[in-house]
């Protein structure tokens, strides 16, 4: 999975810069100009956004390839880029369905869902998610590996009497108290 969405986003990186650069060099070679902007500052301005562009999809691609070889969830600046990734196709899929048409949109759309897929099939801990801890036959939940045998459930072990109690006896045969103290009253007042 994580290899798939390196590739996508390592091939949309290339286009996008590439495209930017030929509409850069279009606009430079045709003397165009854009509300009075000046040809070579659009052509300049295009080139270099598209260097920054594709460097940025490289570089979430490059966190794709750093969660397929680690086999481990992208934590910190890496899962930032890609919930970031994941936003930017969501947004040009909306600019797409207008623009360019319905086949870019589900494009866009596809990648999206698989950044997400990416980003929820790998838990915090490391690795894709496995079945919970101690669920299987083995420890952590391994089916493959030996089962512990269980102890046998026996009578529950009585404590032996404390003589350290104020109003203890020596001998530990004091009748049961509460573990709360009862509360002292005094002597009645009776009137004549």
């Known amino acids: 999975m994580a290899w798939v969405v390196a590739v996508v986003l390592l091939a949309e990186g290339v286009i996008i810069a590439a495209l930017n650069w030929f509409l850069g060099v279009v606009v ?5 100009s854009l509300a009075g902007l000046d040809p070579s500052v659009m052509a300049t301005s295009s080139k ?13 691609a490059l966190v ?16 930032v880029l890609l919930i970031s990734v994941a936003v930017v196709h969501g947004l040009l899929g909306a600019f797409a369905w207008g623009l360019v048409g319905w086949t870019a ?6 990648v999206l869902g698989l950044v997400v897929l990416l980003l929820m099939t790998h838990d915090r801990d490391g690795g894709p998610q496995r079945g919970p801890a101690g669920g299987g036959a083995g420890q952590d939940g391994d089916p493959k590996g030996e089962a512990e045998p269980a102890a046998a459930p026996g009578p529950a072990p009585v404590p032996g009497p ?21 509360q002292i009253t005094g002597p009645a007042t009776t009137t004549p």
């Open 28 to 32: 430079d070679r045709q003397d165009m």
């Open 48 to 60: 270099i956004g598209g260097v920054v562009f594709g460097l940025y999809f490289a570089l979430c």
């Open 64 to 79: 794709a390839v750093l969660v397929a070889i680690r086999d481990r969830a992208p934590a910190g600046f890496g899962r």
């Open 105 to 110: 949109f589900l494009f866009m759309v596809a």
């Open 162 to 182: 404390r003589t350290d109690e104020p109003g203890g006896r020596e001998d530990g045969h004091d009748e049961p108290r509460d573990s709360v103290p009862a």
